[in-house]
């Protein structure tokens, strides 16, 4: 049999690198250091319709990732959906009449809210809404009204 | 007619009787751990030769399937536009079924076999016999420390598969193919999660097979019939069964956790 401090040596080594493998795939891959210190403010929206919007995705500022969106409801008082966004610490300049977008990344990519700024001296607080909303393009009415649209045309000039 | 019928119930019967020893089997292993509490450097002697004897080969397949899902998923991917998205497959493949299912078939291959084998020739030549006459239990000194040793290893291993294979797939992805690399880490970020994909996949999988392969190879070495013959039916045995028992448990897990 070899060493017995040579095994205790080496099973040290393999114990220590599974562990690190196992905390790299939780950091690294599944990023949880994100998720540690929740900090920040959230506001809220409502939008129409959100499409395909999911909890986690981004909120982006000029394309810069500014926060994620928390929780999605229903209101049923207001028939719209809620939907709340955690701003990262540091972007508390943000005025009150900024503009919140749902757009597509690509045609197929994923779903993510755009703020646009506005020009007013207040800014976004804990708690405060984005009245001025969008909502998600849902490509099956886009085309459903593009079509209405062609048919209407085509057959306007002969009647 | 009835000699056929006779064969079949001693068939089934047989079947039954392996399956009631291998279960009282694991329970009087398992009774048998306090005792190895007492003794940790035959854990740790076995811990050298099924784990860090596995390294080499996990390492190697690890990083080689990193690669090959990197190329793969990057030709499919590239085609609607979404190589973007090469990091979250090659994550999400590797977390929730080939990091576990793979590093497992390895290790029953490596590992499990060895374990049949040595138990077995123990057995053959009679050194269990001679432990139960000297009053030292075969049990808790020969089988709980290996056993123990498998269990805890697996899931070491398959973090280990793992994580190479992810390294593997940004070699290929973004050293080879040019994707970007913010973009690999930042959307395998956005959509792996803790407890569903690392937990569920890597860990709770990973312990399952280790507790299976384990068992089934201390099991079948300890049952082997004590000849040369008996000692190689029985190696052959491990690997069969465990392979088919890891990838039906799979089955069996995913649909439970990803549903």
């Not at chain 2, 030549?125 to 089988?143: H, I, K």
């Not at chain 2, 593997?168 to 913010?182: A, P, R, T």
């Not at chain 2, 028992?245 to 956790?257: C, E």
Request: charged fraction near 15%; aromatic fraction near 8%.
């Amino acid at each position: 049999m070899k060493d017995p401090r040579l095994i205790e040596i080496s099973v040290g080594a393999f114990v220590a690198l599974g562990l690190a493998a196992l905390l790299m795939l939780a950091m690294k891959v599944a990023n949880l250091a994100e998720f540690s210190a929740p900090q920040g403010y959230e506001v809220r929206a409502y939008f129409d319709n959100i499409g395909g919007l999911q909890v986690r995705s981004p909120v982006k500022m000029g394309g810069v990732v500014v926060g994620r969106v928390t929780a999605i409801s229903y209101d049923s008082e207001r028939y719209q959906a809620k939907v709340t966004l955690r701003i990262e610490r540091g972007y508390d300049h943000i005025p009150n009449d900024t503009a919140a977008n749902i757009y597509t990344a690509g045609l197929l990519g994923e779903q993510y809210v755009g703020l646009e700024a506005g020009g007013e001296e207040n800014y976004l607080r804990e708690n405060s809404e984005i009245t001025i909303t969008q909502s998600a393009v849902v490509l099956e009415k886009a085309m459903q009204e593009f079509l209405y649209n062609k048919t209407a045309k085509s057959s306007g000039p002969k009647s | 007619m009835i000699e056929l019928l006779a064969k079949l119930g001693r068939a089934s019967l047989g079947v039954f009787e392996r399956l009631g020893r291998g279960h009282l089997f694991l329970l009087a292993v398992l009774g048998r751990l306090p005792g190895l509490a007492l003794r940790p450097r035959l854990l740790l002697q076995q811990m050298w030769s099924v784990g860090v004897q596995s390294l080499l080969i996990i390492v190697v397949s690890g990083s080689f399937v990193g690669m090959v899902l990197g190329l793969q998923g990057y030709n499919t991917l590239v085609t609607f536009g979404a190589e973007e998205s090469l990091g979250v497959v090659v994550a999400k493949s590797l977390l929730r079924e080939l990091g576990p299912v793979i590093a497992a078939l390895l290790f029953a291959g490596r590992a499990g076999s060895a374990l049949t084998a040595e138990i077995g020739f123990m057995k053959a030549t009679e050194q269990l016999s001679a432990m139960e006459m000297m009053a030292v239990d075969p049990l808790g000194r020969v089988v709980a420390p290996r056993f123990v040793a498998g269990l805890l290893s697996m899931p070491l291993l398959a973090a280990i598969f793992t994580a190479i294979g992810v390294l593997g797939g940004y070699f290929c992805g973004v050293g080879l193919l040019g994707v970007d690399e913010g973009a690999f880490w930042s959307q395998m970020q956005a959509k792996v999660t803790l407890v569903q994909d690392v937990v569920n996949g890597v860990v709770i999988k990973s312990l399952a097979f280790g507790l299976v392969v384990s068992w089934i190879a201390v099991f079948e070495g300890y049952d082997a019939v004590p000849t040369s013959e008996g000692v190689s039916a029985a190696t052959t045995r491990t690997v069969v069964h465990s392979s088919l028992a890891i990838l039906g448990l799979d089955f069996v897990l995913t649909g439970l956790m990803f549903n």
